[in-house]
């Protein structure tokens, strides 16, 4: 019963530091490859730096087979008030609303959206977030929901701080070929950011390697079973960064597929 669930204090919502000693903020950022995207969200202020981390993989799963909704289970331990929910999606190339919800009816944004093909051929990549209010328990659910598609993947990850779900900068790509790269987003607004780069590719069963700098976050196939282009996959990749610039997500796909970079 969500009654049973331990209150926690909400985070500050504030989207300019307040008047400390010290304040701190961080972003985070978010590609989707098969569509690129760069996205920030900023963190509280505090006394002490803020620390950017990746906490855990919140689960990952992956449907064949004319749906339009998806869900990944909260596994033990749970994900804590304060923390940022990542979620990436890939899709058929549908058209129509993406949206996400969890047992603890905290708030997703959408980040990005992006769409490489149409009909069954290619892939549709999109990042969602949600600063989590209501702390999530060993069971609870984080649901998708999508267009009608025959393939549909999802991979959710944790992150403590930042706060909020407002975008920083964003660059998008889509192609077809064995390198991927979201193209270069404008000046980030702050050093630390948490750079998260998503691609959808048109395949299964095929490596991904991140470029340079990031480091793989769990991937997940549509379904376990097909040829490559039956299927699509989700794969998110991030970064911690500490210093303002252009950023790009980059990566080398083991056969020439349609992706999209976000």
């Given at each position: 019963a969500r009654s049973?669930?331990?209150?926690?204090?909400?985070?500050?919502?504030?989207?300019?530091?307040?008047?400390?000693?010290?304040?701190?903020?961080?972003?985070?950022?978010?590609?989707?490859?098969?569509?690129?995207?760069?996205?920030g969200l900023?963190?509280?202020?505090?006394?002490?730096?803020?620390?950017?981390?990746f906490v855990k993989n919140v689960g990952t799963n992956g449907i064949t087979g004319g749906t339009s909704s998806i869900a990944v289970t909260v596994p033990a331990g749970g994900v804590a008030a304060g923390n940022v929910l990542i979620v990436t999606l890939a899709i058929d190339p549908?058209?129509?609303?993406?949206?996400?919800?969890?047992?603890?009816?905290?708030?997703?944004?959408?980040l990005a959206d992006v769409t490489n093909g149409s009909g069954t051929t290619g892939v549709r990549t999109v990042a969602l977030a949600a600063e989590v209010g209501t702390a999530l328990l060993a069971g609870d659910l984080i649901a998708v929901t999508h267009p009608t598609v025959s393939d549909s993947p999802v991979s959710v990850s944790e992150f403590p701080?930042?706060?909020?779900?407002?975008?920083?900068?964003?660059?998008?790509?889509?192609?077809?070929?064995?390198?991927?790269?979201?193209?270069?987003?404008?000046?980030?607004?702050?050093?630390?950011?948490?750079?998260?780069g998503v691609t959808g590719i048109e395949t299964r069963g095929e490596t991904f390697t991140p470029g340079a700098g990031f480091t793989?976050?769990?991937?997940?196939?549509?379904?376990?079973?097909?040829?490559?282009?039956?299927?699509?996959?989700?794969?998110?990749?991030?970064?911690?960064?500490?210093a303002t610039g252009g950023y790009a997500a980059t990566g080398t796909l083991q056969s020439s597929r349609r992706w999209g970079a976000p």
């Open positions: 049973q669930k331990t209150a926690a204090p909400a985070p500050a919502r504030l989207l300019q530091p307040a008047t400390r000693v010290k304040t701190y903020t961080s972003h985070l950022s978010v590609r989707t490859i098969v569509a690129g995207l760069l996205l900023a963190v509280a202020p505090h006394e002490a730096a803020a620390t950017i981390a549908s058209s129509g609303a993406v949206a996400a919800t969890d047992s603890g009816g905290n708030t997703y944004t959408l701080g930042l706060v909020g779900a407002v975008a920083d900068q964003t660059s998008t790509a889509t192609g077809t070929g064995t390198a991927s790269s979201s193209g270069t987003t404008p000046s980030t607004s702050q050093a630390n950011e948490l750079l998260v793989a976050l769990a991937s997940a196939p549509s379904g376990p079973t097909g040829p490559p282009t039956s299927s699509v996959t989700i794969r998110p990749a991030y970064q911690i960064v500490s």
